[in-house]
């Protein structure tokens, strides 16, 4: 088992930055595909980033609505993923997760998950 806690959202003008972190407990995430997916209301949770496991190169993919504005990399010392924001938009707004598992683009490839941190873009 391993447990995930985001951190990092908050209220951001658009056209600002943030960075959400992704703790991990109780598992080395090494060995876990990661991603960060996103839910605003009364909207499907979607899919926003994806990094292999580590030995599997590292290779990342974004969804084409925040290709060129988010990237998100690994710390496997610290355990931690992370997610950089860049350029928010209001569409943004949503709360954000972070999923350890096979990996891919569909919720179904993760089986540990996060509690969410909230982003706030304003316009």
């Known amino acids: 088992q391993v447990q995930l806690v985001e951190s990092g959202g908050g209220l951001v003008q658009a056209g600002g930055s943030l960075r959400l972190s992704c703790a991990a407990s109780?598992?080395?995430?090494?060995?876990?595909?990661m991603g960060w997916f996103r839910q605003a209301p009364g909207k499907e949770r979607e899919f926003v980033a994806t990094?292999?496991?580590?030995?599997?190169?590292?290779?990342?993919y974004s969804a084409d609505s925040v290709k060129g504005r988010f990237a998100i990399s690994r710390d496997n010392a610290k355990n931690t993923v992370y997610l950089q924001m860049n350029n928010l938009k209001p569409e943004d707004t949503a709360v954000y997760y972070c999923?350890?598992?096979?990996?891919?683009?569909?919720?179904?490839?993760?089986?540990?998950w996060g509690q969410g941190t909230q982003v706030t873009v304003s316009s």
């Open positions: 999923a350890a598992g096979s990996g891919g683009i569909r919720s179904q490839g993760y089986a540990f």
């Open positions: 109780g598992r080395t995430l090494m060995i876990y595909a």
């Open positions: 990094i292999t496991r580590s030995g599997s190169g590292g290779g990342t």
